[in-house]
């Protein structure tokens, strides 16, 4: 295909070229008339410029030279430096021929240009010939546009050559993009005719023939396995009831089978039955599963060393596993349609992993793991929608840059998003419902968490980060501790609807001034606030708690102890007014 539109570029480049107007007034036409000769233009550039009988000759200062233009053409009949000014400049330029020269030398058409030279020089031959040479590169200015005149060009011939150039290039442009769009169009499938029981293995001449045999004009639409893909026959089925499996010796040339692994792309192929195995395969650079809409087994792709771009285009639903790890030079992993994943989604230890797509992701009844990306911008997305029924674990994917999950509503086991140094956000602003915990931790550079939809939890984690602010608006209950320990920027923290902590309520070591938790009633455990700025704290729901303690906290004024029904003691600082309230006794 490629190859085919290079030709046409090609014959269409000579066609635009041949189909350009030849016009305009012959070079030497001035000098035919006697008007710029060896005397009149010589070697003696005049200074300014002058008018001679339709040719017009300028000084052009900023190049040392003498140039003469026939006035209907505007085409430069003679060039020469000016001595005066450039010594460096070679004293045996030669300008074009007079007639009576030219004619003189018309029998000498086979006169030679003089031999290579370090100096600049202008020759004409017998048969009119120009030849110009220098030492270095020669270009060709108007100087017009420099002079706030007219756009400046180049003409051969009366031929605009900057124009045609730029005509072709346009076109040139317009058939790129016409192959580029041609080749990223998927081919048709190819034709298929029946169903064979058998397990197909590709590396075996006879399996190939019993499930295809020789005399059938097309592939067969559906076989039991895939066994040490790929062939030929792979690519008409449909269907395959069991497994496909490619193994650690796959290659170019396997047994008595021939074919290039090196990119594999079905188009035809939308239902697996079983698994799709990959796993060490060498030289696998593409793997494209583009038809592929259901897998009712496990989608393993892992160990390939070389693999580089793995796409799913049309995946909707895989019933089991999906995991995808120890790909060295994985860098495009592309799923956009996938919308259930009845287990575990894993993705880690893909060194090169640039962009994760999961926008279009529902479910997943097991466990979401990112992890071990690249030591800079790894992941920069994995955005998922209305997961549920397992967990979300991204700890230790070190490249992780971007994590987005903007529709997801439920996880029936934990979140876990830590150890990212280049994170920046998370967003997860549709999350209720957490059945496990929520662990966002050791994240230095994450300084937003969008956690405003969720009501419960178990553990909620929120430590190390570089988070400001924390509002947790929506938030209820925490079966479990609450913490958001060591986040030396944070200064807010609010959580307006929280009632119940079962665990304890810690938030420690922070630069916080302001809390707010005007609804908590009961901290089964400690509430603990040492280690930060409070100016602004309200606990006034507060009635059970095994102990309250603000230690470092100096500019807090006063300790509003009304509603403490039972809790057993206090920690705070001697400034701070205890009195008025009636607060518990110190611990």
């Known amino acids: 295909m490629h190859a085919w539109l290079t030709l046409v570029v090609a014959v269409v480049s000579l066609q635009l070229l041949h189909s350009v107007e030849r016009g305009g007034v012959d070079a030497a036409s001035c000098t035919e008339q006697g008007v710029v000769d060896q005397t009149t233009c010589g070697m003696q550039c005049p200074g300014a410029s002058e008018q001679q009988d339709g040719c017009t000759c300028s000084y052009a200062a900023n190049a040392n030279m003498c140039i003469c233009e026939d006035d209907v053409s505007s085409s430069t009949v003679?060039?020469?430096?000016?001595?005066?000014?450039?010594?460096?400049?070679?004293?045996?330029?030669?300008?074009?021929?007079?007639?009576?020269?030219?004619?003189?030398?018309?029998?000498?058409?086979?006169?030679?240009?003089?031999?290579?030279?370090?100096?600049?020089?202008v020759w004409v031959d017998g048969d009119g010939a120009m030849y110009v040479s220098g030492p270095g590169d020669i270009h060709l200015d108007s100087g017009n546009a420099a002079h706030g005149g007219r756009e400046a060009t180049v003409f051969l011939d009366g031929v605009d050559?900057?124009?045609?150039?730029?005509?072709?290039?346009?076109?040139?442009?317009?058939?790129?993009?016409?192959?580029?769009?041609?080749?990223?169009?998927?081919?048709?499938?190819?034709?298929?005719?029946?169903?064979?029981?058998?397990?197909?293995?590709?590396?075996?001449?006879?399996?190939?023939?019993?499930?295809?045999p020789p005399e059938q004009a097309y592939g067969v639409c559906e076989v039991q396995h895939v066994v040490n893909c790929c062939c030929n026959e792979t690519f008409a089925l449909r269907r395959v009831n069991g497994n496909i499996t490619f193994d650690a010796a796959d290659g170019p040339v396997v047994g008595e089978r021939v074919v290039n692994t090196e990119e594999v792309r079905f188009n035809a192929l939308t239902h697996i039955a079983g698994s799709l195995i990959v796993s060490g395969v060498p030289n696998m650079r593409v793997l494209d599963l583009g038809s592929v809409e259901h897998v009712g087994g496990e989608v393993i792709i892992t160990n390939n060393p070389d693999l580089e771009t793995l796409r799913f285009g049309a995946l909707r639903i895989v019933a089991s596993n999906v995991i995808i790890n120890d790909n060295s030079n994985l860098t495009t992993l592309h799923v956009p349609k996938l919308s259930h994943v009845y287990g575990d989604v894993v993705v880690h230890s893909n060194a090169q992993l640039s962009h994760v797509d999961l926008g279009s992701l529902q479910y997943i009844g097991g466990t979401l793991d990112l992890q071990n990306g690249a030591p800079s911008n790894a992941i920069t997305t994995a955005d998922g929608a209305g997961l549920g029924g397992g967990g979300r674990d991204a700890e230790n994917s070190v490249g992780l840059a971007k994590l987005t999950a903007a529709q997801l509503q439920l996880v029936g086991g934990d979140v876990v998003v830590a150890y990212h140094p280049f994170l920046n956000s998370t967003r997860l602003g549709a999350l209720s419902r957490v059945m496990g915990k929520v662990s966002i931790h050791n994240n230095g550079m994450l300084a937003s968490v969008d956690l405003g939809s969720l009501t419960a939890s178990g553990d909620l984690q929120l430590n190390r980060n570089r988070i400001t602010a924390l509002n947790l608006t929506s938030l209820l209950t925490v079966a479990g501790t609450l913490s958001a320990d060591d986040n030396h920027v944070l200064?807010?923290?609010?959580?307006?609807?929280?009632t119940l902590v079962t665990g304890s309520?810690?938030?420690?070591?922070?630069?916080?001034?302001?809390?707010?938790?005007?609804?908590?009633?009961?901290?089964r455990?400690?509430?603990?606030?040492?280690?930060?700025?409070?100016?602004?704290?309200?606990l006034h729901s507060l009635f059970r708690a095994t102990s309250v303690s603000l230690l470092g906290s100096t500019n807090l004024a006063q300790l509003d102890c009304s509603s403490f029904g039972q809790v057993d003691c206090i920690s705070v600082e001697s400034g701070v007014d205890t009195t008025s309230t009636a607060c518990p006794p110190p611990c």
Do not use: W
């Open 78 to 121: 003679f060039a020469c430096m000016d001595e005066e000014t450039t010594n460096s400049k070679s004293k045996d330029a030669r300008p074009l021929p007079s007639s009576s020269s030219s004619s003189s030398s018309s029998s000498s058409s086979s006169s030679a240009p003089p031999e290579p030279s370090d100096d600049p020089m």
């Open 161 to 212: 050559v900057l124009a045609t150039l730029g005509d072709l290039h346009a076109r040139v442009s317009v058939l790129k993009n016409l192959a580029d769009s041609l080749a990223a169009t998927p081919a048709a499938p190819p034709a298929c005719s029946g169903i064979s029981p058998l397990t197909l293995y590709c590396s075996r001449a006879l399996s190939r023939q019993l499930v295809v």
């Open 491 to 498: 200064t807010v923290f609010a959580a307006p609807q929280l």
């Open 505 to 523: 309520l810690r938030l420690a070591t922070n630069s916080i001034t302001t809390v707010s938790l005007p609804n908590l009633s009961v901290v």
């Open 525 to 538: 455990n400690d509430l603990i606030l040492d280690n930060n700025d409070v100016r602004y704290l309200d």
